[in-house]
């Protein structure tokens, strides 16, 4: 979706697994799965990240606060949603779930260059309940000690991703619970984190090196369908007729006028290779879960032109045949009747040289 990285298993100061986390590397957090609603829209993605940074079982295992670090590849801007649009995920959840089938007797802005070396802390600032830095770095290992020492610690196995994204230009936003809130208070108010994109992308890779199953749950707003390789789908339809209707608030969040539910389950990281980038789909067709049908792979999707193709011959895009119900035909109609008029004039002139 340009965009955020997902879960990932960081590694302690005393060298302990954390848990796995949807939206980046997590510090000293137990997290179950992650949520993230995406949008793209005038050169700008937005993804509305839910965030679960609650305090592992054992506390002595982590650092004070839970955390968690996310790249994304542009500078970008970071801010709560509001109060009344903290239910987003809820609403979004309780509109997509899949359907119960009863039978009878069955139970800021634009990208910035990278430093030359070292890291450069753009801004750090206390965002809702979250204390939140905005960095960018010329070098990983130099990212990865910055981040050590602030509490960070950071597995040696990221550092090859991470300097993938550092040679791409890609920033980074390091997420912590702020001073005086408590590290188990579970889902905790979303994020919104907006930067400047030309194509939807979910960064996934740093889940390669996570020690737990990834669990992910990605709505994607725009103006069609989505899918995305290695995706299930679990919903796919209009917003407009989402119910139970999310509140205006909520519904300003859902940048589009179509919605598709994309997720994993129970991921092995081991199988995570690259960021998730999404296309668009065959169709619009629609589509939503149920005890019968639980998902739709993309192998599954109705195969057949993209809905930008689907062009009609005024439109003069496309050759005639190629737009669905093409009236190519009717472009016999004016050689039919020069030819009818050819004929008829020659006709004419042979009868007025035989009386002449």
């Not at 054992?58 to 500078?75: I, K, M, N």
């Not at 300097?163 to 619970?177: C, P, Q, S």
């Amino acid at each position: 979706m340009l965009l955020l990285a997902l879960a990932l298993t960081a590694v302690l100061a005393a060298a302990r697994p954390a848990g796995a986390c949807a939206c980046g590397i997590a510090y000293g957090s137990k997290v179950g799965t992650e949520r993230a609603l995406l949008s793209l829209q005038d050169g700008r993605e937005e993804i509305v990240l839910g965030l679960d940074l609650a305090a592992p079982d054992d506390p002595s295992s982590g650092p004070r606060r839970p955390a968690v670090l996310l790249p994304v590849p542009a500078t970008p801007t970071v801010s709560a949603v509001a109060e009344d649009q903290k239910s987003v995920f809820q609403d979004l959840e309780l509109a997509t779930r899949p359907i119960v089938v009863q039978r009878s007797g069955d139970g800021d802005g634009a990208t910035a260059g990278a430093p030359r070396g070292g890291v450069s802390v753009l801004s750090r600032e206390r965002i809702g309940d979250y204390d939140v830095s905005r960095l960018r770095a010329g070098d990983a290992g130099a990212l990865r000690r910055w981040l050590n020492r602030g509490g960070y610690a950071t597995p040696a196995a990221a550092e090859p991703v991470l300097r993938d994204y550092v040679a791409r230009g890609w920033a980074f936003v390091a997420i912590r619970l702020a001073d005086r809130v408590r590290g188990d208070t579970g889902t905790l108010s979303p994020l919104r984190v907006s930067f400047a994109a030309r194509s939807l992308v979910y960064p996934l890779r740093l889940s390669a090196v996570s020690q737990r199953p990834v669990d992910v749950q990605l709505y994607v707003a725009g103006e069609h369908r989505v899918v995305a390789t290695g995706f299930n789908t679990y919903f796919a339809g209009f917003v407009s007729a989402l119910r139970p209707a999310p509140p205006a608030e909520v519904r300003s969040l859902v940048r589009g006028r179509y919605l598709t539910r994309l997720g994993i389950a129970s991921s092995d990281p081991k199988a995570i290779t690259s960021d998730v980038h999404f296309r668009e789909g065959v169709s619009d067709r629609l589509f939503r879960a149920s005890t019968d049908y639980p998902y739709e792979t993309v192998e599954n999707f109705a195969r057949g032109p993209l809905p930008s193709a689907l062009v009609t011959a005024k439109t003069g895009d496309s050759t005639l045949e190629d737009a669905p119900g093409g009236a190519a035909w009717l472009l016999l109609f004016p050689g039919i009747a020069l030819a009818v008029l050819l004929v008829f004039g020659v006709l004419r002139l042979r009868e007025r040289l035989r009386r002449g």
